[in-house]
């Protein structure tokens, strides 16, 4: 197990540092930050000095080797276009992300796991169909378009809901402001937590359809059935548990795309999280913003493949066996 | 709530509630709350670091500057009374300060102040630099007097000075910020986040992207604003900002998407306002190499007056405007807005294409099949810029010249520009020292040291640079705007530039709201006024 830990850990670092090699590869090609940092006064040369100065005309390799030395240290410098420290930044955009993040997360999955084991059971059911009809729609539409139906819908039309940003946050400790403890901040939350969990959940909810499907025509459902078990012990105790792994799995993975994702649906909302602060930067071409946030993001899905390998142990007995009686 | 509730409720509480009932009416008269919304926020609260738009306009609610500019382009007196070019001496401007300004830390605002703010205004890294750089020495002559003292005669230094702005020496040095910050430090500096102004407003509440909340500051020398309270939101999504002005969570948006404007006017409870906006836009081309990078023409078909004429020709103004711009812009054949001085009515004036005439022209210059080239545009700077193109290489098609669009993002157009590596290219142009000096330093004069940073034509006529340095020291008026006028008719007869038109602004507010649109794009929240 600790072996296991170690070695995926080194694996984590390599990812990130090929992260890291082809972002700075790729920042090359997003424009000159310098047009964005200085009024249309500044002469050629003054331009010329300050790119000198921020050592953007050093060789690659240089500029790559000081940004991860510096990095190593949790120092990303300062960001070009609103002159704060990029950590502290982004450690102050992320509780908006990761909330909202969460929240579309818990939704995509309950939603999902739920509508999935009512349509497998209920097969035919004119409930299961509109469900499957409707659930098309949060695969087919891109998450812009839905995001702003929902805004002239619910904020527009109905005044229910706001159509941008967090509401009023609460500060927790002065390094998390949280915006689920005002009403505000939860009603905030609704509109761009549905825009992003969407997605989510119809996956979700097909992968558990089908994966249910499959496992309730299996022997050890039928020999189940026969001995007389509940339809209640059967469906959730048996064949539901038996389609997780793969549930896991995917809510895992997307978890992390939720994350990464939520760019889109944060713009469309002007929430205040780290995807918008990214989609700004790249704007601007800060570099050491859009830096710091693809290695954030790698971050994420490198913890997050770790805990689901870690999962697999808790709920997949088998792999636990395996290791124990290797060799039989 | 029932009946039964009420009466249950502690006796107390009730109480509470009817004074809360009662305060809210009577603040209701006496305090009005404006949530503004736009594209972006500004980049930083220091008022010397950046010189750029969204973060002056709204600086100029917290600081103020010597002199401001009226929505008619005017100068108007701010902390600055009265200025004028010393009689004794032709290159020292005299500034009459303010008397009974107070920063919002209490703190008297004096002239030493208005020379700190000055000379860290004009030293590097500050964005601001470039507007002062003709300037030696500020002193103070007296508690209300300050010289400025520039390296020759500078008849329209004062015009520099609309977005330069007066902070407390003594609330700089104590938080040690007496330079701009600078980028390369790699540190936050403390003006970033927090100020102290003499404007009409304070910052409560700074939390970038995010929210910015404004406060009166009852100490300040002017009548006493209606708003009293501004909210400050960036939302940078067209449709979302939009909604949230139909929804009624915000009150003033700037930015406003030319396609929403006629639906925006057709809603009830919502009203557009418009005027011109002091920027111009224009394409140009390289006139000068002995061939084009991008052209299938053995030589450099811009260089012939030929090919110029025929573009000028061709393009369709009046269908730009209707078609592309859904009616909101002004077009116009001068390439400077119509209220910069040196504008005339004959550079606006154009003549409706003719298409034959300009294909017999391309022909007669040598190129009977045409030629093609590359047009670079930006697709996130202007109005419709990137449509603009793609409606000027449909007219350029009809007379054979091929042009091959290439629409990226800004940071990839503007470098472009200025390291020469485009032959034919949009850009937009604003003035803000609203004289036709600034357009010629850097668009026409011929590149070198501070002149011709965007001069991507290559354009280079030893005359004409010659009279161009002369006009910043001219300090007879009307003799300078004769030569002006001369430089234009040099550069219109060229044909430079290929004016498309100026920009129309349009701000969308609940109509009980009024607020006038100003030229640079800074609307000045102490004007509004409620219905």
New interface residues.
């Given amino acids: 197990m600790i072996a296991f830990i170690i070695r995926r850990l080194l694996q984590s670092i390599l990812v990130m540092l090929t992260v890291a090699l082809v972002a700075f590869a790729l920042f090359r090609f997003v424009g000159d930050p310098i047009a964005s940092m200085v009024g249309q006064e500044t002469t050629l040369a003054e331009r010329a000095e300050l790119r000198d100065a921020l050592g953007l005309n050093d060789p690659f390799v240089v500029q790559f080797f000081t940004f991860v030395s510096r990095a190593l240290v949790g120092d990303f410098g300062i960001s070009y276009r609103l002159q704060q420290p990029v950590m502290e930044l982004i450690l102050s955009r992320l509780p908006a992300t990761l909330e909202l993040a969460l929240v579309s997360g818990i939704l995509a999955f309950v939603l999902g796991v739920g509508f999935g084991v009512y349509t497998a059971l209920r097969r035919g059911g004119w409930l299961s169909s509109s469900i499957m009809t409707v659930s098309l729609i949060g695969v087919s539409l891109p998450t812009f378009l839905i995001g702003v139906l929902l805004i002239w819908v619910f904020a527009v039309e109905l005044q229910w809901l706001p159509s941008f940003g967090r509401g009023d946050v609460v500060d927790l400790g002065g390094w998390w402001r949280t915006g689920l403890l005002t009403e505000s901040g939860r009603a905030s939350l609704v509109l761009p937590a549905i825009t992003l969990g969407l997605y989510q959940m119809t996956l979700i909810m097909r992968l558990v359809r089908a994966e249910m499907l499959e496992v309730l025509r299996t022997d050890y459902i039928k020999f189940a059935r026969a001995r007389g078990l509940t339809n209640r012990a059967v469906n959730f105790g048996h064949a539901l548990k038996n389609t997780l792994v793969p549930v896991i799995t995917i809510t895992g993975l997307q978890l992390g795309s939720i994350i990464a994702f939520a760019i889109i649906t944060e713009t469309v909302f002007q929430w205040p999280g780290v995807g918008a602060l990214f989609i700004n930067s790249v704007r601007f071409v800060d570099v050491p913003v859009m830096a710091a946030y693809l290695m954030l993001i790698a971050l994420v899905f490198v913890v997050i493949n770790l805990i689901v390998d870690l999962l697999y142990y808790v709920v997949d007995p088998r792999l636990r066996m395996d290791r124990t009686t290797a060799g039989h | 709530m029932s009946m039964h509730h009420i009466l249950k409720m502690p006796r107390s509480r009730l109480m509470l509630g009817a004074a809360a009932v009662s305060l809210a009416l009577t603040s209701a008269a006496s305090a009005e709350t404006l949530r503004w919304a736009r594209v972006?926020d500004a980049?930083?609260m220091?008022p010397h670091?950046?010189?750029?738009g969204p973060t002056h306009t709204l600086n100029h609610h917290i600081y103020e500057t010597l002199v401001g500019r009226d929505v008619d382009g005017k100068l108007l007196p701010r902390l600055a009374t009265e200025w004028g070019i010393s009689e004794e001496d032709d290159s020292v401007w005299v500034f009459k300060i303010r008397e009974g300004v107070t920063f919002h830390d209490g703190t008297a605002m004096t002239a030493e102040d208005v020379v700190f703010s000055l000379d860290r205004a004009r030293t590097?890294?500050s964005?601001?630099a470039?507007?002062h750089a003709a300037v030696e020495e500020v002193t103070a002559v007296d508690d209300t007097t300050v010289h400025v003292r520039m390296s020759g005669p500078a008849p329209l230094y004062v015009q520099n000075l609309t977005n330069t702005f007066i902070m407390s020496k003594a609330w700089a040095e104590a938080n040690g910020v007496e330079t701009a910050?600078n980028?390369?430090?790699?540190?936050?500096?403390y003006s970033?986040?927090n100020t102290n102004g003499t404007g009409p407003y304070k910052l409560v509440e700074r939390?970038?992207?995010?929210?910015t909340v404004l406060e009166v500051f009852e100490g300040h020398w002017g009548d006493a604003p209606e708003v009293t309270e501004i909210i400050y939101?960036?939302?940078?999504?067209a449709?979302?900002r939009v909604?949230?002005l139909?929804?009624?969570?915000v009150d003033v948006v700037q930015d406003v998407p030319v396609q929403d404007i006629a639906r925006l006017e057709q809603t009830d409870g919502i009203k557009v306002v418009r005027g011109p906006e002091n920027r111009n836009i224009f394409f140009s081309y390289d006139m000068t190499s002995e061939k084009l990078a991008s052209s299938d023409a053995a030589d450099n078909p811009f260089a012939k007056p030929e090919v110029r004429e025929a573009m000028a020709m061709v393009i369709d103004r009046e269908a730009i405007r209707q078609v592309v711009m859904r009616g909101e812009s002004q077009p116009s054949a001068a390439p400077l807005p119509p209220f910069v001085n040196g504008w005339t009515e004959e550079m606006h004036a154009f003549p409706s294409p003719d298409v034959e005439r300009a294909a017999e022209l391309v022909a007669e210059a040598g190129y009977p099949d045409g030629f093609s080239v590359t047009l670079n545009c930006p697709n996130?700077r202007y109005l419709n810029d990137e449509a603009i193109c793609q409606a000027l290489v449909g007219m350029l098609s009809r007379i054979n010249i091929k042009a091959n669009l290439v629409a990226q993002?800004?940071?990839?157009h503007?470098?472009l520009i200025?390291n020469w590596e485009t032959d034919f290219y949009m850009l937009g142009w604003g003035v803000p020292t609203f004289d036709s000096q600034y357009i010629f330093d850097?668009l026409v004069h011929s590149?070198g040291?501070?002149y011709g940073?965007?001069n991507g034509s290559r354009y280079a006529n030893p005359e004409l640079d010659a009279k161009i340095e002369s006009l910043a020291t001219m300090t007879d008026l009307e003799a300078r705007n004769a030569v002006i006028a001369e430089i234009w008719d040099q550069v219109m007869e060229d044909r430079v530039f290929l004016n498309v038109h100026n920009q129309v602004l349009a701000y969308a507010m609940r109509d009980d709201i009024n607020l006038d649109v100003h030229p640079e794009n800074q609307p000045r929240m102490t004007t509004v006024t409620f219905d």
């Avoid at chain 2, 980028?183 to 500096?189: L, N, R, S």
């Avoid at chain 2, 993002?409 to 990839?412: K, M, N, Y």
Wanted: aromatic residues 8%; glycine residues 8%.
């Fill in positions: 972006g980049l930083t220091d670091s950046q010189n750029e590097p890294p964005g601001m470039a507007l910050p980028f390369a430090a790699g540190e936050e500096a970033v986040r939390d970038p992207e995010v929210r939101t960036p939302i940078s999504e449709a979302t909604a949230a139909l929804s009624g969570e996130d993002t800004r940071s990839l503007f470098p200025e850097f590149r040291g501070a940073a965007f």
